[in-house]
């Protein structure tokens, strides 16, 4: 099949989860009724008389945040596990790898502890410690990397960062035996959801996401130059060193917010990229931009599926992802495989 | 020119060669030879500033040191060992990538039709123009390395540094690969490096030979006053002529 056809599959595809996203829920909402109500809010239109208040609201205030911060959150942490697996030359890597989630927990831990708010942002200090306590984690692992391997090679990167993930994953649970009252809210978090996203969240979102994208579009040849090894792309001219440097922290940018905003969701960062090179093939030219938009929907998809799997409940979004990813993932990886 | 002065260099802090220098005029070739662990790679990598050295590479008059590595790729391209593929690519997309620098100019660091019009010229260079559209994973050893090559031709270097280029070859691939490069340095614009394991093919590529022992020079000048001399024999601690000639004896047979 031609790229080009396999390009407009993909959005179409796309546009359609996003539709069902908004759709399904308690009560189901016609395409056409959403569309009404989405151009009506964009263009400052009255609104059909059909159409009630509670119905508008449910569309717009609570149902279409939730399901573009759930795109926005999966293209981010697509987009990371693409970067990761990409230059550290292993296909299991993520930024979780490197203790962003763990990071990031901490610094969520000691907010939820200390009560500690941020004057000015209020309900926004919990995010924003979370991203800087995962940014933070990214920057001492690569700094001691770098004083341990002058190369900043790939196996001391991957190798510490584990080791300082799992120490981090330690304090982590200190905070949680040594303070019982926050533990439910701790985990809560640490599980991950998109429940009561507002706007105001969704254009966070998409400020900082968009800014990665648009950075990290730049590094598609180097990304392409540096799965052949660091040495190959030292000798075609990248600058090694500094390309990691801002490739890393750029995904650590992208899955921390992630993180921050919505708790820890694992697996599409890792599925993902790989999903999409065996479709699309490796060049990142496609690869990024193709991973963020499968990623966006897959999260939509997953979290549609936790809203209205069990009646009056919500299940985890991080644990559906894993529940429809693993197998997903097993099938379009090793559906043309022979057995030997 | 290139020229190497003094240099040292190493991995986790211990030295494997020491203290090497030389300099090549741009339009000869040379061959590095010498056993296992000598530290033939080692100079390659240090020659193409890949890996951190004490002492000093200059070319053209000018430290590697201050360079930045577009500047340097375009002096020089290293077609290295083969190493695992994570992600696959296609032929012609691999042999672009050898267009970095160049498509680095552009604003959109897209490829133009003339850096895709050169990469194809580099695939019919080395035959493998017919296979382009191919994954690269789908690709023979042989097929593959030929893929390095016109990717390492791509960046349009002055000085190639080869580092056992004629693995995964079967003999005539090998014989045109060296032969091929030896063509492409024909012109007194351009040079090739290379290290062999091969004495016969460092001397086909090369008239001057380097000899490695234990990260020194053991000799560098002219290959056949190097042989002459014996001192291969001491180096691989065997009679190569001996060695040569009882090869040669088992074709007598052969009309």
């Given at each position: 099949?031609?790229?080009?056809?396999?390009?407009?599959?993909?959005?179409?595809?796309?546009?359609?989860?996003?539709?069902?996203?908004?759709?399904?829920?308690?009560?189901?909402?016609?395409?056409?009724?959403?569309?009404?109500?989405?151009?009506?809010?964009?263009?400052?239109?009255?609104?059909?008389?059909?159409?009630?208040?509670?119905?508008?609201?449910?569309?717009?205030?609570?149902?279409?945040?939730?399901?573009?911060?759930?795109?926005?959150v999966?293209?981010?942490?697509?987009?990371?596990?693409?970067?990761?697996?990409?230059?550290?030359?292993?296909?299991?890597?993520?930024?979780?790898?490197?203790?962003?989630?763990?990071?990031?927990?901490?610094?969520?831990?000691?907010?939820?502890?200390?009560?500690?708010?941020?004057?000015?942002?209020?309900?926004?200090?919990?995010?924003?410690?979370?991203?800087?306590?995962?940014?933070?984690?990214?920057?001492?692992?690569?700094?001691?990397?770098?004083?341990?391997?002058?190369?900043?090679?790939?196996?001391?990167?991957?190798?510490?960062?584990?080791?300082f993930?799992?120490?981090?994953?330690?304090?982590?649970?200190?905070?949680?035996?040594?303070?019982?009252e926050?533990?439910?809210?701790?985990?809560?978090?640490?599980?991950?959801?998109?429940?009561?996203?507002?706007?105001?969240?969704?254009?966070?979102?998409?400020?900082?996401?968009?800014?990665?994208y648009?950075?990290?579009?730049?590094?598609?040849?180097?990304?392409?130059?540096?799965?052949?090894?660091?040495?190959?792309?030292?000798?075609?001219?990248?600058?090694?060193?500094?390309?990691?440097?801002?490739?890393?922290?750029?995904?650590?940018?992208?899955?921390?917010?992630?993180?921050?905003?919505?708790?820890?969701?694992?697996?599409?960062?890792?599925?993902?990229?790989?999903?999409?090179?065996?479709?699309f093939?490796?060049?990142h030219?496609?690869?990024?931009?193709?991973?963020?938009?499968?990623?966006?929907?897959?999260?939509?998809?997953?979290?549609?599926?936790?809203?209205?799997?069990?009646?009056?409940?919500?299940?985890?979004?991080?644990?559906?992802?894993a529940?429809?990813?693993?197998?997903?993932?097993?099938?379009?990886?090793?559906?043309?495989?022979?057995?030997? | 020119?290139?020229?190497?002065?003094?240099?040292?260099?190493?991995?986790?802090?211990?030295d494997?060669?020491?203290?090497?220098?030389?300099?090549?005029?741009?339009?000869?070739?040379?061959?590095?030879?010498g056993?296992?662990?000598?530290?033939?790679?080692?100079?390659l990598?240090?020659?193409?500033?890949?890996?951190?050295?004490?002492?000093?590479?200059?070319?053209?008059?000018?430290?590697?040191?201050?360079?930045?590595?577009?500047?340097?790729?375009?002096?020089?391209?290293?077609?290295?060992?083969?190493?695992?593929?994570?992600?696959?690519?296609?032929?012609?997309?691999?042999?672009?990538?050898?267009?970095?620098?160049?498509?680095?100019?552009?604003?959109?660091?897209?490829?133009?039709?003339?850096?895709?019009?050169?990469?194809?010229?580099?695939?019919?260079?080395?035959?493998?123009?017919?296979?382009?559209?191919?994954?690269?994973?789908?690709?023979?050893?042989?097929e593959?390395?030929?893929v390095?090559?016109?990717r390492?031709?791509?960046?349009?270097?002055?000085i190639?540094?080869?580092?056992?280029?004629?693995?995964h070859?079967?003999?005539?691939?090998?014989?045109?690969?060296?032969?091929?490069?030896?063509?492409?340095?024909?012109?007194h614009?351009?040079?090739?490096?290379?290290?062999?394991?091969?004495?016969?093919h460092?001397?086909?590529?090369?008239?001057?030979?380097?000899?490695?022992?234990?990260?020194?020079?053991?000799?560098?000048?002219?290959?056949?006053?190097?042989?002459?001399?014996?001192?291969?024999?001491?180096?691989?601690?065997?009679?190569?002529?001996?060695?040569?000639?009882?090869?040669?004896?088992?074709?007598?047979?052969?009309?």
């Open positions: 099949m031609k790229t080009k056809i396999k390009i407009f599959i993909s959005i179409l595809s796309s546009i359609i989860v996003l539709v069902l996203g908004v759709a399904i829920g308690s009560v189901y909402v016609e395409p056409l009724k959403i569309l009404t109500i989405i151009f009506g809010k964009i263009l400052s239109q009255p609104i059909s008389a059909d159409l009630n208040e509670n119905l508008i609201s449910i569309i717009w205030d609570i149902r279409l945040p939730r399901v573009l911060a759930a795109f926005l999966g293209g981010a942490l697509a987009a990371s596990g693409t970067v990761m697996q990409s230059i550290l030359k292993n296909p299991l890597a993520s930024s979780y790898t490197l203790g962003v989630s763990s990071g990031a927990s901490v610094g969520v831990g000691l907010v939820l502890i200390t009560g500690f708010s941020i004057p000015v942002l209020g309900n926004f200090t919990l995010p924003l410690i979370g991203l800087l306590s995962g940014l933070v984690t990214v920057y001492l692992v690569i700094t001691i990397t770098a004083q341990i391997d002058r190369n900043m090679g790939n196996t001391t990167i991957i190798l510490f960062g584990m080791i993930s799992l120490f981090i994953n330690a304090v982590t649970t200190l905070i949680m035996a040594l303070s019982r926050t533990l439910p809210r701790l985990i809560y978090w640490q599980m991950g959801s998109f429940a009561l996203k507002s706007w105001l969240d969704v254009k966070i979102l998409a400020v900082i996401f968009v800014g990665c648009l950075i990290l579009i730049r590094y598609t040849n180097e990304l392409d130059i540096m799965t052949f090894g660091e040495e190959q792309a030292l000798a075609i001219g990248v600058e090694v060193k500094k390309v990691k440097w801002i490739l890393l922290i750029l995904s650590a940018a992208l899955t921390g917010s992630a993180v921050a905003f919505t708790g820890v969701i694992g697996f599409i960062d890792l599925i993902a990229p790989h999903v999409v090179r065996k479709i093939g490796s060049s030219k496609l690869v990024v931009p193709i991973s963020i938009l499968f990623g966006g929907t897959f999260m939509v998809a997953c979290d549609l599926v936790a809203r209205i799997l069990v009646s009056n409940s919500e299940l985890p979004v991080g644990a559906v992802t529940l429809i990813g693993a197998p997903f993932f097993a099938y379009v990886y090793f559906k043309n495989r022979k057995v030997r | 020119m290139i020229e190497v002065k003094n240099v040292s260099a190493g991995y986790s802090g211990i494997v060669i020491e203290n090497i220098s030389l300099k090549l005029e741009v339009g000869l070739n040379l061959s590095i030879v056993p296992n662990g000598c530290g033939k790679s080692t100079l990598k240090a020659i193409a500033g890949i890996i951190p050295i004490k002492g000093d590479v200059l070319i053209d008059g000018k430290s590697i040191k201050t360079m930045k590595r577009a500047e340097i790729a375009k002096k020089i391209a290293v077609m290295s060992q083969m190493s695992a593929i994570y992600f696959s690519y296609t032929v012609f997309e691999t042999v672009l990538l050898g267009r970095y620098v160049a498509m680095k100019d552009n604003f959109l660091k897209e490829a133009s039709q003339q850096d895709k019009a050169y990469v194809e010229k580099c695939l019919e260079a080395v035959g493998m123009l017919e296979y382009k559209d191919r994954q690269i994973d789908c690709l023979s050893g042989g593959l390395q030929r390095f090559l016109a390492t031709l791509a960046q349009e270097p002055e190639i540094l080869l580092d056992e280029p004629t693995n070859l079967d003999l005539k691939c090998q014989h045109e690969l060296i032969l091929y490069l030896k063509n492409w340095s024909k012109d614009k351009h040079s090739v490096i290379g290290v062999f394991h091969d004495i016969n460092a001397m086909e590529l090369a008239d001057h030979l380097l000899v490695l022992e234990k990260g020194h020079i053991k000799a560098l000048g002219k290959a056949e006053e190097i042989i002459k001399s014996g001192l291969l024999n001491d180096v691989y601690e065997m009679d190569i002529k001996k060695y040569m000639l009882n090869s040669l004896k088992k074709w007598e047979f052969v009309n």
